[in-house]
DNA sequence: AAATTATGTGCAATCGATTGCATTTATAAA
DNA sequence: TTTATAAATGCAATCGATTGCACATAATTT
């Protein structure tokens, strides 16, 4: 592969005998140039491969029109759709998207938000790692002047635009549809407590619990059970209690509910005549186990295109500074075979 | 947000009183700084909080540690793990990943390919769409001098670096095991024919019939039947033939298997004693089903790494041209109930 | 002590595109 | 015909980092 030299907008200055500057107001459609060179420019370019480099013009504007993704798994269903919908929305204003995966490193994250930094992308999406607790990788973007939107998963402390779901809500009404079931045992499977959501949820869960004047069981409460296998580990715990749980709400994710459907089927526990199971974020397999999984839909390709829409809208007035604000959207419970012991069609 | 300027080496040097030359050479490790002055470069560029423009550095030195992905869809499972695989590999080594997605568009997929030949990638990964015959995008990449790498879905044409699956004994393996299990009527669901891996998959499971004395049958063998819904369409016409099959090979993926099984649970249809269902690429939902589906797996995840090795192996030799070679991976049959009569562990 | 070799630093050009300002040419107004 | 105005183009600086070359100083060798 010779590194055969990229045709440049000298090349076609050259070319036609005029400037790189009229090449360049062509290229850019700009007002000041003559109609019939803006062709003959046009017409050049094409003939010889021209590429604007991207580098040079953004260098020169300090712009990227790039905006980077920070997300622990691209293959969560919420993620993937979220970045999707980001897509769909910037793909038609020629924006790049440059995506990375923490893998829930904390570690990994700071690194990602680092690079991207030095990408002077635009704008930088994240939804931080499980791990970690200190944000000031975060606030760095900021005093960047790189503009930061977080979602789902977001630092509080950290003032910036945040999109996010409901989360007490949703838990509440999904508690509140296990005990409408005739559920009364209900156990929660919590995620990690420094992050927002997963406090918003286990505060969901508790209203629930109050409002239908059920008590709350602390050894029906397990931390940290958010993958398959902790799901699965923490079921088996509970199912050996003396007094087991009559459902388990994976207030993590519907992963977890998973494991906690399979523990269940390898110990012949009826789901969802003996257990009720509840997940989180409706996964495409959610449908497709046996049974369905009952669980919370996020709408998170519509995040992604509010997210994006979000951002176009900030970089408008650019000369007004950012209001922090979050924007909530209601998520919605799907009910499926694992919670329907009373009926389900 | 206010456009803070950002520390540049100029800003280091002046506080220093030195030239940037020396700032330059001292954040990149060079043996011609004093040790001292080493130092001081790097504890004040802490100190003012610098980030290398990696805008500027790219422009001047011709590369940009970037790798462009372009895949159908960055959420099947056989994408997402080679998305993965390469960002594991290429990580250590600094460099970013900028993801796009054809969603099977030939449009968006040459869009994509020129945003990243603009974007000075040293090197576009591609799996293409679909959709799509025109491989001219690709031969402008290699024209461009960027490095290509075609993976999975490749364009035979355009001669480059190709990291693929053995379709065609993946194939003959599957079709061979549904023999043993007692199928003799087995229909195709086949993928667009001017993909070379879906020609490669027919060939095969024309080879195991042939192999086995049974004849092809052409009315069991349905073009396009790649997605859930064109799978289950195409079940529904197979199942109510006259002589209907008694198993269907969903060559293109699993997404279509699960509509292949949908439709035979709803018709009433026992999967595997009176239909036996085989697809493609292990999605982790195949596990899922019941009863769960037989699936080749691409080993995808191992994919990615040795598209990145490829990579790093090739650029190191800058002068020699790139040969143009195929590494073929050697898929594996996951054996599940959905093909199971005979036995079942 | 003179000659040679390291070592560290500065100067200035370079990567490619953009853009404010100046200049030329064409057009319209006086 | 002269002057004012508009349109098109050129000039040159700029974005920030890198690097070949030249030069000065220090260390080493004869």
Redesign the interface.
């Known amino acids: 592969?010779?590194?055969?030299k990229?045709t440049t907008i000298y090349d076609i200055a050259e070319k036609l005998n005029i400037t790189a500057s009229s090449v360049s107001r062509a290229l850019n459609n700009s007002s000041h140039v003559n109609e019939e060179t803006k062709k003959l420019v046009l017409k050049t370019a094409a003939e010889l491969?021209y590429?604007?480099?991207?580098?040079?013009s953004?260098?020169r504007k300090g712009e990227?029109k790039t905006i980077g993704i920070v997300v622990p798994r691209?293959?969560q269903?919420i993620f993937?759709?979220v970045?999707?919908g980001i897509?769909e929305t910037t793909?038609s204003k020629?924006y790049?998207?440059?995506?990375?995966?923490s893998n829930e490193s904390h570690e990994?994250e700071v690194k990602s938000v680092?690079?991207l930094?030095?990408?002077?992308v635009d704008c930088i999406v994240i939804s931080v790692a499980a791990e970690g607790s200190d944000y000031s990788h975060l606030q760095?973007v900021?005093?960047?002047?790189i503009?930061l939107i977080q979602f789902d998963r977001v630092a509080d402390e950290v003032e910036t635009l945040k999109v996010l779901n409901d989360n007490h809500q949703a838990s509440l009404e999904g508690i509140t549809h296990l005990i409408e079931q005739g559920y009364k045992r209900i156990a929660l499977l919590e995620g990690p407590q420094n992050l927002d959501i997963f406090r918003q949820r286990k505060q969901g869960y508790l209203e629930a619990l109050k409002l239908h004047n059920l008590p709350v069981i602390n050894e029906l409460i397990i931390e940290n059970a958010w993958t398959k296998e902790l799901g699965a580990e923490a079921t088996r715990k509970l199912l050996n209690l003396p007094e087991p749980p009559d459902a388990i709400f994976a207030s993590t994710s519907d992963f977890s509910a998973?494991g906690v459907l399979e523990v269940a089927t390898s110990m012949g526990i009826k789901v969802p005549s003996e257990l009720g199971i509840l997940g989180y974020s409706n996964e495409?397999?959610t449908e497709?186990?046996?049974p369905s999984i009952t669980t919370i839909d996020q709408f998170s390709h519509y995040m992604g295109k509010t997210i994006a829409n979000l951002y176009f809208q900030e970089s408008e007035n650019?000369e007004s500074?950012?209001v922090p604000r979050t924007i909530s959207v209601k998520p919605k419970l799907i009910i499926r075979a694992s919670t329907s012991r009373r009926s389900y069609k």
């Open positions: 592969m010779k590194p055969k990229r491969n590429k604007r480099n991207i580098l040079a953004n260098l990227s691209i293959n269903n993937s759709n970045i999707a897509e793909y020629d790049n998207l440059i995506i990375c995966q990994k680092n690079a930094i030095n990408q002077h760095n900021i005093d960047h002047g503009k998973l495409p397999f497709l186990t046996s650019k500074p950012v």
